[in-house]
């Protein structure tokens, strides 16, 4: 089973909103990733997870904030988002960071009024 | 710094027929991987297909084969037999061992023509 789960799959909020996008892998892999995804552009890397520890943060602004309750689990906790940030959140998973493929969940599209 | 140019923003094919997308990369890298992965209109991102740069022998899955010429620095994409449901963006992706980052180029959206 290569599934990566995310939810919601479309979230609307306003910028004094708190709100948290939920990603979940029961594929035992132990790197995840968080993507932001403007329309027919790649994926940008946000951050990565890697043993549940933070790996990589690509000088992402605070009102991201991201966290890793445990091996299976990704959340991406957001607030004070502007509308610049409306945008297709990915997360993604692999086995490991090195040299392994990784998998996508479908996406949250987020908008910001 | 590694960077991946995919030269041909839109192409089109005709059912059946076998089209070619191309991807270039800069790296002074040995070893690395590189993927192409396929994104349908809304819907979700899979992996196409793979190669680590240090095998010559060019990957294959069904349809979709690659041309890796590591000296060129090229990873194109042929696709045979080209179906609807293969109309969609691709994009060419390159990771080395030494860093978790995934590099992905532009894209290219290819639209199959019944």
């Known amino acids: 089973d290569t599934e990566v789960t995310q939810t919601p799959k479309h979230l609307v909020m306003g910028m004094t909103n708190k709100k948290s996008l939920k990603c979940e892998q029961h594929m035992g892999h132990r790197a995840m990733y968080w993507y932001k995804q403007k329309a027919k552009k790649p994926p940008e890397l946000m951050f990565v997870y890697s043993y549940e520890k933070l790996s990589i943060n690509e000088s992402v602004p605070s009102r991201f904030s991201p966290e890793c309750p445990n091996s299976s689990l990704l959340n991406l906790h957001l607030h004070a988002l502007q509308p610049e940030d409306s945008a297709l959140y990915l997360c993604?998973?692999?086995?490991?960071?090195?040299?392994?493929?990784?998998?996508f969940g479908p996406g949250t599209r987020l908008t910001v009024l | 710094a590694q960077t991946v140019t995919q030269s041909q923003p839109e192409m089109s094919v005709q059912e059946a027929e076998t089209v070619t997308l191309s991807c270039t990369y800069d790296t002074s890298e040995s070893d690395y991987y590189l993927f192409w992965y396929k994104q349908p209109p809304s819907r979700q991102m899979i992996l196409v297909i793979r190669?680590?740069?240090?095998?010559?022998q060019n990957a294959t899955e069904n349809r979709f084969s690659v041309n890796f010429q590591k000296a060129a620095k090229s990873f194109s994409l042929k696709i045979s037999d080209s179906q609807l449901g293969d109309a969609a963006m691709y994009f060419c992706a390159y990771k080395t061992t030494s860093y978790d980052k995934v590099i992905f180029g532009p894209g290219t959206s290819l639209s199959v023509i019944p």
């Open positions: 190669q680590e740069a240090y095998k010559q």
């Open positions: 993604a998973s692999s086995q490991d960071t090195g040299t392994d493929t990784q998998y």
